[in-house]
């Protein structure tokens, strides 16, 4: 199958302080991975969308200086949320698609949950 | 633009019946993949079922089957022998150029 690997799962920070969460695809290559936040009993609402080796496409409303991603490799995808604050605490879930043979779906991480103090 | 609608925010069904969600989507596009997701409390998404808007046939995958009508760009879910484990979020999707997904189901499974 295809894999997905998020960490971490929970991370508990303090306002102002940043945090790194990454994403990777553990058993297939994803030129494009996809970082969603997730509030309590709704849908999943598209942050961004990281392309390996060029910047990220940012969604309308979503900062991007707030909500950095890097996409380094064809397996690795990193969302910072910078300078943290409590509105900013969420589950956030990234998923990926595969490169070649695919057959459309997207794979999702396990998702993270953060919480800002 | 693509959308995709979930219209029952909540269902329920009893443990060994059948119930099915609904999802409509509009696109103008012809070539699309549909899916179903499944998020259950651990809010992992798990892919439940795929279908390709080319193939006449609808998809099953054991207890899940879809009745996929292209023409009404309907797209819904019917599971089968409910269990206990299926009480979940569910998620319609659909996919062209980009993925959109509707506002989710809740099912609950009665015992």
């Known amino acids: 199958g295809a894999v997905v690997s998020q960490h971490p799962s929970r991370v508990i920070c303090k306002s102002g302080t940043s945090v790194k969460i990454e994403c990777r695809s553990l058993d297939f290559q994803a030129t494009t991975m996809f970082w969603y936040r997730q509030f309590p009993k709704q849908s999943l609402m598209l942050m961004a969308t990281s392309n390996e080796g060029s910047k990220a496409t940012y969604e309308q409303g979503v900062e991007k200086d707030k909500f950095l991603i890097n996409h380094a490799s064809l397996t690795l995808s990193t969302l910072t949320v910078t300078s943290a604050h409590p509105e900013d605490s969420s589950f956030y879930i990234c998923?990926?698609?595969?490169?070649?043979?695919?057959?459309?779906?997207?794979?999702f991480g396990e998702g993270s949950r953060l919480t800002v103090l | 633009a693509q959308t995709v609608t979930q219209s029952q925010p909540e269902m329920s069904v009893q443990e060994a019946e059948t119930v099915t969600l609904s999802c409509t989507y509009d696109?103008?596009?012809?070539?699309?993949?549909l899916f179903w997701y499944k998020q259950p409390p651990s809010r992992q998404m798990i892919l439940v079922i795929r279908q390709e808007a080319y193939k006449q046939q609808n998809a099953t995958e054991n207890r899940f089957s879809v009745n996929f009508q292209k023409a009404a760009k309907s797209f819904s879910l019917k599971i089968s022998d409910s269990q206990l484990g299926d009480a979940a979020m569910y998620f319609c999707?659909?996919?062209?150029?980009?993925?959109?997904f509707g506002t989710g189901t809740s099912l609950t499974v009665i015992p």
């Open positions: 999707a659909y996919r062209a150029n980009q993925f959109y």
């Open positions: 696109t103008s596009e012809s070539d699309y993949y």
């Open positions: 998923s990926a698609s595969r490169a070649q043979g695919g057959t459309g779906e997207l794979f």
